[in-house]
């Protein structure tokens, strides 16, 4: 059984440009996590998704950021107008159930130039 | 949200156990113990989690106190393998299943 991938895993834009960071759950969960980890800090939360829902997005910057789990695909954390700050390793985790043990993915590392 | 408060740091020998405390003094009845650990910057790796009893898997043993207000992770026999960022987190009920990572210890298995 598959973990959760990410992709891609290192990702590179320059400033003003926009980040698609994508995760797709562990087969047969419905339920995403998007935290970021800045560098040298820990992990926060940003956003909680069900299927076509956004459950919590209490993390989530008020601008420039948005997430969403369609129907079909993966999740998608999008990212507009770039800034340096935004540079982090952002994890996906996913849970079979709401409120279930969440297994993250490998991370995309993004670096804004 | 319940805190949790962990040691910064920690030493273990290679091949002896490693004895991880958590310390959740405001943690409420319903509230899950979870255990995550971070090699090297990777994706957290889910360890263990409980509510009240004692649990035990392939990975670690957790020791939850009676009074659930502080918890044990025991790695039982350290690999250098060990070494990473141990989060003890207090999963509450009311936030959606969020994570709330502190800063956790620091692990360091040394041979």
């Known amino acids: 059984n598959a973990g959760v991938m990410q992709n891609p895993r290192h990702l590179v834009r320059r400033r003003g440009q926009e980040a698609r960071l994508r995760c797709s759950p562990m087969?047969?969960?419905?339920?995403v996590y998007w935290y970021r980890q800045l560098p040298e800090e820990g992990l926060k939360f940003m956003v909680y998704?069900?299927?076509?829902?956004?459950?919590?997005e209490s993390g989530m910057p008020k601008e420039r950021f948005s997430a969403e789990f369609p129907k079909e695909g993966p999740s998608i954390l999008r990212i507009q107008q770039v800034v340096r700050g935004d540079s982090a390793a952002y994890f996906c985790?996913?849970?079979?159930?709401?409120?279930?043990?969440?297994?993250f993915g490998p991370g995309t590392r993004l670096t804004v130039l | 949200d319940a805190k949790t408060t962990q040691p910064t740091s920690m030493d273990c020998a290679e091949g002896r156990a490693a004895n991880l405390p958590c310390n959740h003094s405001?943690?409420?009845?319903?509230?899950?113990v979870y255990w995550y650990r971070q090699i090297h910057s990777q994706g957290p790796q889910y360890i263990i989690h409980?509510?009240?009893n004692n649990e035990t898997n392939e990975m670690a043993s957790l020791i939850i106190t009676e009074d659930r207000k502080s918890s044990t992770l025991i790695l039982p026999h350290a690999t250098l393998r060990d070494t990473a960022v141990y989060y003890c987190?207090?999963?509450?009920?009311?936030?959606?299943?969020?994570?709330?990572f502190g800063q956790g210890t620091t692990l360091q298995v040394k041979p």
């Open positions: 998704l069900q299927k076509e829902n956004i459950i919590d």
């Open positions: 409980g509510l009240k």
């Open positions: 405001t943690i409420s009845g319903n509230e899950y």
């Open positions: 987190i207090v999963r509450v009920e009311s936030n959606t299943g969020k994570l709330i």
């Open positions: 087969k047969g969960h419905s339920h």
């Open positions: 985790a996913s849970s079979l159930r709401d409120r279930d043990t969440q297994y």
